[in-house]
């Protein structure tokens, strides 16, 4: 049994090339090795409980070449500095790049600009055993982008492996607002994996927001490694539109005090969908601040899990660490499983968590309706409530009229700005 | 005492010592050490069993050496030798008693000094109690007046001899032989227990008590408890466990399995004080227990426990919704001092349409323990309209000690409602404020506030149980319960 399932990881990797970034030796170190070790996990593994690969296990992936697309027709904002990926290869980047904005893509990148970033998931050692693109961005001291950057990557053709792998630095003061987004073109049983590592050095401020609109056929793993110092402030805004099966491994270290991290989550999902969202935040040193803040609506079959785990290590007192997931249940085919954990190691801390789930209110539904409006209309209405506070954290008006636009076109859901 | 701190009370919580550590000089029927079928064949001839429980218990034993030890508790502890213990241990004379007169007055020194004099409570209560001291019940009160209401309260061995189509029926019913590794593990080597049964309608006119004490070194206590709960009838059942020091840990693997029929409702209350081990963390008691129970359509079923002891404790009493409209309750106390170390919770299973649960958990965790709740809510896809509620707060008392939260949330059904809560903080500085500027000293005001963080599970106890368990946590967290 053991055996064979060993097997199925090989054989998935069995197609896919080595990787093609210089990554340094500390995080190759032994990569290959447990890798070979490794199989999927099963649910068994508790990480993995509630999200089955075997049918991603059976899939053969090969890479082709794609033909040269508009990558237009995904932009999400106009007026930003962006960067395009098709599958692996870079074929868009502004030229207009601001002093103290810099960007290295792929072999520009050299061994010595990666910084460590490890983590044990086998999402995270494929992604280093096969990464063949990505960009590493570095934001001087002291300096403010003026506009937001955005990064596009563009999953296209059927059963295309894309693994790529970026990194992040934010130097002492530094502040920036950053834009990524997913999307698939006639992507069928395609796979991607994309790992962050983010550095937030003392007193900088980073937003990141992630729009996960990905084919109907695509599996999307996407891993964050975060490493927060002194007095640094971290928003991490994740909103998934689409996708067959995804899933978001979160990991924020705080080291350093007085430090302050936001993690936002939306997702809606109808058909067959499946979204997995794992966050870890692990408190090393006192004085710090989180926020979290997952919702979701599931609608059809579709399954959401949500894992939020908070460490608060010992010594790190004063803590104020709070969690919320809430959800809606649109049909009795849908699922949530939802697994809020606290692991506290210190006295001195103030720590909560919350988890609802339920189904639409009724009465706010019977409200609308008494006032003359269709019960589709009313529906949508109370799940469009229902996710405005965390669709609005997004802080990026241009960025939240473009969700707002994807929720109208593919679940007929109207918000409204509050600008 | 004006000055004093939490700091102080940590201190005197690190020294705080088990008051019920006394050994009882009573001679006992030991059978050798080891596990093996021999073992299982001999208790079970021993204690007069008939075939097919024998048979049972060899399934069991085959089960479990199939089975691994489970390693997924927020808990570390050396695994036990299960080939260095004693699986059966009796009190010498076995023999009935006639009458309370007749019972070796050692032994009810040992029930004084647990502050259940059982005259006593005989007299002044009224409440019945089976005491099982090391696996054998050697009194039973109260059976008479049991008896004429049809109630048949009495020690398990004495129910596979007198009512085997009850036991037969209902016994692995909720918890199945291959459940987990420790039931599997009881149901091979469980010596006695308690069993009642409450036929239809009737509404148990008393408290039910059950007293377990491990008194003998080196056994384990393995018991069964099987309360089964006829068509509309109501029982309230109380178990209380404590064990003398001891230097080696000690292990007690029971299975409490509850049967509430329709229109039915048990109440299942537990103070547990085992041994917790020294202020070093040496000894104390393994607990590691299996509780669960069914509710057939309109039943009820509620758990409430105080946890004190134990050195290691893994315990999730739970509630099967099998029914429609029934309700499952979870009420916890759970303090843990020095190297204690607790997973407890529960878990909700939701199988029947409006069916509904409650979970009240308070963790208190001192000194240099670790404390951890794990709470399963589960709403199948046809349990329409099922309602949950949960809350889990804890309390940290001092800065080397941990508490933990590990809630699973699993739904399946649109019309279901499902809230969870949990908080984790020390006592705030504010209140200690609040109470101190109106004139009551700090120790008194953190009584107080400890006091009212259990109010809502404490209250849930019945009267004779809850002066002792808010005894117990005056014993266990000295000098905070004013």
């Known amino acids: ?419 | 005492m004006a000055n004093y701190t939490e700091d102080e009370l940590a201190e005197e919580l690190k020294n705080q010592e088990y008051k019920f550590g006394f050994v009882s000089d009573i001679d006992t029927d030991t059978i050798p050490i080891g596990l093996n079928e021999d073992i299982v064949r001999l208790i079970s001839s021993k204690k007069e069993e008939p075939e097919w429980l024998l048979d049972y218990r060899l399934n069991a034993l085959e089960l479990w050496s199939t089975m691994n030890e489970p390693s997924w508790a927020h808990v570390k502890y050396k695994k036990p030798d299960f080939q260095a213990i004693a699986y059966y241990s009796a009190p010498k004379q076995t023999k009935k008693y006639e009458s309370w007169d007749d019972v070796d007055p050692e032994m009810k020194a040992t029930m004084t000094k647990l502050g259940i004099s059982m005259e006593e409570q005989q007299r002044l209560t009224g409440v019945a109690v089976d005491f099982v001291m090391d696996s054998v019940s050697v009194a039973t009160s109260f059976k008479e007046k049991l008896g004429e209401l049809g109630i048949i309260f009495c020690s398990f061995s004495e129910a596979v001899q007198n009512h085997p189509e009850l036991v037969k029926k209902y016994m692995g019913t909720v918890i199945p032989t291959q459940d987990n590794y420790y039931a599997a593990l009881n149901a091979a080597v469980f010596t006695d227990g308690s069993f009642c049964y409450i036929p239809k309608g009737v509404r148990c006119p008393m408290e039910l008590s059950t007293y377990f004490r491990i008194n003998a070194g080196g056994t384990g206590q393995f018991e069964r408890t099987l309360v089964i709960a006829d068509e509309g009838s109501y029982v309230s059942y109380l178990e209380g466990c404590t064990a003398p020091q001891r230097d080696e840990n000690q292990l007690h693997a029971a299975v409490v399995e509850l049967i509430a029929l329709e229109n039915a409702e048990i109440k299942y209350s537990t103070v547990q004080n085992w041994y917790p081990g020294d202020k070093n963390g040496l000894g104390g008691i393994f607990n590691f227990v299996t509780k669960r129970g069914i509710c057939e359509k309109n039943a009820k079923i509620s758990w409430t426990q105080v946890e004190t002891g134990s050195a290691v404790t893994w315990k999730y009493p739970s509630c099967i919704l099998k029914g429609d409209n029934s309700v499952g309750e979870f009420y916890s106390v759970a303090v843990t001092n020095n190297y204690q170390q607790a997973d407890t919770g529960t878990k909700m299973i939701h199988l029947g349409k409006n069916t509904t649960s409650t979970i009240i958990s308070k963790g208190i965790s001192a000194g240099k323990s670790q404390n951890s709740y794990r709470g399963l809510v589960q709403i199948h896809k046809n349990a329409h309209n099922a309602r949950n509620f949960s809350q889990c707060d804890s309390l940290l008392m001092s800065s080397e000690c941990g508490a933990h939260t590990f809630p699973y949330i699993e739904c399946k059904n649109s019309s279901a409602k499902i809230e969870h809560e949990a908080t984790t903080s020390k006592i705030g500085e504010d209140q200690l404020f609040y109470c101190k500027q109106r004139g009551i000293s700090e120790e008194k005001a953190i009584g107080l506030i400890v006091n009212g963080y259990c109010k809502e599970v404490l209250n849930q106890l019945p009267m004779e149980f809850a002066v002792e368990a808010q005894k117990l946590l005056t014993i266990s967290l000295e000098g905070s319960v004013g």
Not at chain 1, 50 to 63: D, P, V
Not at chain 1, 346 to 357: E, L, Q, R
Request: aromatic letters at 8%; a negative charge.
């Open chain 1, 1 to 419: 049994m053991e055996q064979s399932t060993k097997a199925s990881l090989q054989s998935f990797r069995s197609n896919l090339s080595a990787a093609k970034l210089a990554l340094p030796s500390v995080l190759i170190a032994n990569n290959e090795g447990d890798l070979s070790l490794m199989d999927f996990p099963t649910s068994r593994h508790e990480a993995w409980k509630y999200t089955r690969l075997s049918r991603l296990a059976k899939i053969q992936l090969e890479s082709t070449i794609a033909a040269p697309i508009d990558w237009e027709d995904f932009n999400m904002v106009k007026d930003a500095y962006t960067f395009v990926f098709q599958n692996t290869t870079c074929i868009y980047i502004s030229n207009d790049l601001p002093d103290g904005l810099s960007i290295k893509i792929g072999d520009e990148i050299a061994t010595t600009d990666w910084l460590s970033s490890i983590n044990e998931s086998h999402v995270a050692k494929l992604n280093v055993a096969h990464a063949q693109n990505g960009c590493l961005i570095n934001i001087a001291k002291g300096i403010q982008v003026d506009k937001p950057i955005q990064i596009i990557y563009i999953t296209d053709g059927p059963k295309q492996p894309n693994f790529w792998r970026n990194q992040l630095n934010i130097e002492v003061g530094a502040k920036a607002n950053i834009h990524i987004g997913y999307f698939s073109k006639d992507a069928i049983d395609s796979y991607s994996n994309v790992h962050w590592s983010v550095f937030l050095k003392e007193n900088s401020h980073l937003i990141m927001t992630k729009i996960q609109n990905d084919g109907e056929a695509n599996f999307h793993f996407s891993t964050e490694n975060i490493s927060q110092l002194k007095d640094s402030n971290f928003t991490l805004n994740t909103v998934t539109l689409n996708g067959a099966f995804v899933r978001n491994d979160v990991l924020v270290h705080v080291e350093g005090e007085n430090c302050e991290t936001h993690l936002n989550g939306a997702y809606i999902m109808k058909e067959n969908q499946h979204v997995d969202n794992h966050t870890t935040v692990d408190h090393i040193f006192p004085n710090c601040n989180s926020y979290e803040l997952y919702k979701g609506v599931m609608d059809d079959k579709s399954t959401a899990v949500f894992n939020g785990k908070v460490f608060v290590r010992p010594n790190a007192q004063k803590i104020n660490a709070f969690q919320s997931n809430a959800n809606v249940l649109l049909s009795d085919d849908a699922t949530i499983n939802s697994k809020p954990e606290l692991e506290i190691y210190a006295d001195d801390v103030k720590c909560s968590h919350g988890s609802t789930t339920g189904q639409l209110d009724l009465e706010a539904v019977f409200y609308l309706r008494s006032r003359g409006i269709s019960e589709t209309e009313a529906r949508s209405m109370v799940v469009a409530a229902f996710m405005t506070d965390v669709l609005s954290k997004v802080a990026s008006n241009d960025l939240k009229s473009y969700i707002y636009q994807q929720l109208a076109a593919r679940f007929n859901l109207h918000l409204q700005g509050e600008d």
